[in-house]
C-alpha cells in the first residue's frame, strides 16, 4: 500500500531557530501533498498544500514566509518554520494520496515539534 | 465547512457497541474515516464514495447516507485496541484536501 514517511518524529529547538520537517512518498508519485497541523485534543487544520513544481497553496491565516513548503520533486516536499516561536509548538502531519490507488489519504507519522 | 461528529466521546466496555456519527451541511461525495491514537497519525479506516455505500472490515463498519449528507461509523464488540479519537475527512477541500471534523474520542476499558 501507499507508504508516506516522516521526518523527524519529533524535534526540539530554541525560540528563534528555523526547523525543516521532511514528507516523502515512498512508493509512489504525489503531485500533491498536504501539510497538517494539530493542536492537543484538536482536529486536523489544513496548512498548505504542496504542489510539485509550483507555488504552495496556503490556508488563510497561514504566513506562508513563516512556513515555506517545497515539493522540488515527485516524492519529496519539505515544510520549513521559520524563526520558530513556543506557540509554533504543536504536531505537523503530511498527507498524500496514491492516484493509482482507492485508498484514502495516507499519514506521515507525523512531527512532534517543541519550541522552547 | 467542517463536518459535525457525534458523539464528542464515548466510554465503552470490551464487547459493547458504538456508533460514531457524520453529518455536513454541505453535499457530501466522499467519506473518509480515520483512527488516530495518542501522539500517532491517523491511520485510514475506510472511504465510502457513494451514497448508500456500506462496506466493514472485521467489525467495523460504515454507511453513507448521501442524501441525508451523513455517514456513520459502527463499531461492534469493541475491543481494546479500538480506543483512540475518531475522524471523519470529507472532500470537497479547495484544494482536493480532506475537510475533518472535530473527532470524537472512544474509550474501550476492559
Known amino acids: 500500500g501507499a507508504v508516506v514517511s516522516q521526518h523527524p518524529s519529533w524535534v526540539i529547538c530554541k525560540s528563534g531557530t528555523s526547523v525543516k520537517i521532511e514528507c516523502r512518498s515512498l512508493d509512489f508519485q504525489a503531485t500533491t501533498m498536504f501539510w497538517y497541523r494539530q493542536f492537543p485534543k484538536q482536529s486536523l487544520m489544513l496548512m498548505a498544500t504542496?504542489?510539485?513544481?509550483?507555488?504552495?497553496?496556503?490556508e488563510q491565516g497561514v504566513e506562508k514566509d513563516k512556513f515555506l513548503i517545497n515539493h522540488a520533486s515527485l516524492t519529496l516536499s519539505t515544510l520549513t518554520v521559520t524563526s520558530a516561536h513556543p506557540e509554533d509548538s504543536s504536531f505537523y502531519i503530511c498527507?498524500?494520496?496514491?492516484?493509482?490507488?482507492?485508498?484514502?489519504?495516507?499519514f506521515g507519522s507525523g512531527t512532534r515539534l517543541t519550541v522552547v | 465547512q467542517q463536518p459535525v461528529q457525534s458523539p464528542q466521546a464515548v466510554i465503552l466496555r470490551e464487547g459493547e457497541d458504538a456508533v460514531i456519527n457524520c453529518s455536513s451541511s454541505k453535499a457530501l461525495y466522499s467519506v473518509h474515516w480515520y483512527r488516530q491514537k495518542h501522539g500517532e497519525a491517523p491511520v485510514f479506516l475506510m472511504i465510502l464514495l457513494k451514497g448508500g455505500e456500506q462496506k466493514g472490515h472485521d467489525k467495523i463498519s460504515a454507511s453513507f447516507n448521501e442524501k441525508k449528507q451523513q455517514s456513520s461509523l459502527y463499531l461492534t464488540a469493541s475491543q481494546l485496541s479500538y480506543s483512540g479519537t475518531y475522524f471523519c475527512?470529507?472532500?470537497?477541500?479547495?484544494?482536493?484536501?480532506?475537510?475533518f471534523g472535530k473527532g470524537t474520542k472512544l474509550s474501550v476499558k476492559p
Open positions: 498527507s498524500a494520496r496514491d492516484p493509482r490507488s482507492s485508498v484514502g489519504y495516507t
Open positions: 475527512g470529507t472532500g470537497g477541500g479547495s484544494q482536493g484536501n480532506l475537510i
Open positions: 504542496s504542489n510539485e513544481g509550483s507555488k504552495a497553496t496556503y
